[in-house]
């Protein structure tokens, strides 16, 4: 896989070796076995797989190489790049203005923008409405384009079912910056609905099979479909897609659901469903199952706690600390300054959308294990600091 040129403060030594020694031993990634880090009073337990992923790095070199080859050039940031607000803050101190936030709020209005000036798209993608937008003013929306390989993946694999017939389910998010991207591009192609979980899905089941009046809908669903939608013609075939971030296994269930629905109401057997149902498997991100899986390994740790690292407006970091919250206390920290003291943390509570403090979390008397992970968009160099954090609290 391509290797990026990212700035070396990101990079962590720690992290690094264990990350390249893991290679060499599992190079089909199939060990989801945590790496074992054993200090005095406490052991560490880091994911198998966590931090920057291809798509990320991919954004940060091309940022980052943006701003060295363009001195005195206006430089902006559609919004966002990525959900990390160390990177995001140090693409400001390199003079990087922003246009809007991830909700779509304008901090630099169109107007002030020119030809002249460089605009970078988000590694989320952006929707087909903005990029004309930007060609308008005479900016090429794709001459600094950050977006995610996988991301355009799942946009192309869109367009391909929709082209046959098929109408596009997007699990997503609807205000998350990709899901908004997801669904112009599919929308530009096919009739296209987002729903955010199994119980969208389970409301939507209704609609397929016509057991639900089409007039409600547009309530239940409002916001959520595309211009000129009818549930009564638009959902004869169907495949699912998602947002790269959500939990694979969310998305697999929907999905599988779904094509039960289907097959079921149309009466076909297996080797039929595919005039209904389009198998969109392959638009699971490689990264993010990765991910989620190493922390169902990490998970098999009779451990403590766990300590999730990353922004917390970062939605593949959120899963992840849902998959370690069924097991163990989870605290969710964007870097090594939340560890207070021995006793005391700041952490993201994600049922109050609130950072909170809780004391004590650290267990006293025997050695303490905690396990430990961190989301796509967070630096290496971030997890070793809150490793040298713990173990300063027991040496």
Known sequence: MKSFEIP?????????????????????????????????????????HFGFCYGVENAIEIAFRTVQENPGRRIFLLSEMIHNPQVNADLVRSGVGFIMDTLGNMYTPWESL??????????FGTTLQTEEKLREIGIDPLQYNTTCPFVEKVWNRSAQIGDKGYTIIIHGKPKHEETRATFSHSSNNAPSVVINDMKE?????????????????????EGQYSTNFNPELHFERIGVVNQTTMLASDTQEIADYLKGVMQTHYNLDASAVQTRFADTRDTLCYATND?????????????????VVGGYNSSNTSHLVELCEEKLPTFY?????????????????LRTHQVVETSPYLPSGAKAKILITSGASCPDAIVENVINRVVSFFS
């Open 8 to 48: 070396a403060f990101y990079r962590s030594p720690l992290i690094t070796e264990i990350k390249n020694r893991r290679k060499v031993e599992d190079k089909l990634k199939k060990d989801f076995t945590p790496t074992r880090l054993d200090f005095e009073g406490v052991e560490i337990y880091l994911a198998r």
């Open 114 to 123: 020119t030809k002249e000036d460089i605009v970078i798209i988000p590694a």
């Open 201 to 221: 899905a389970l409301k939507l089941a209704g609609y397929l099979t016509g057991e639900k009046d089409s007039a409600e809908f547009y309530k239940e669903f």
């Open 291 to 307: 991910n989620q899986s190493a922390v169902k390994g990490l998970l098999e740790i009779d451990a403590d706690l766990a300590l």
């Open 333 to 349: 920290i964007e870097n090594e300054t939340c560890l207070l003291d021995r006793n005391r943390i700041t952490h993201f509570d």
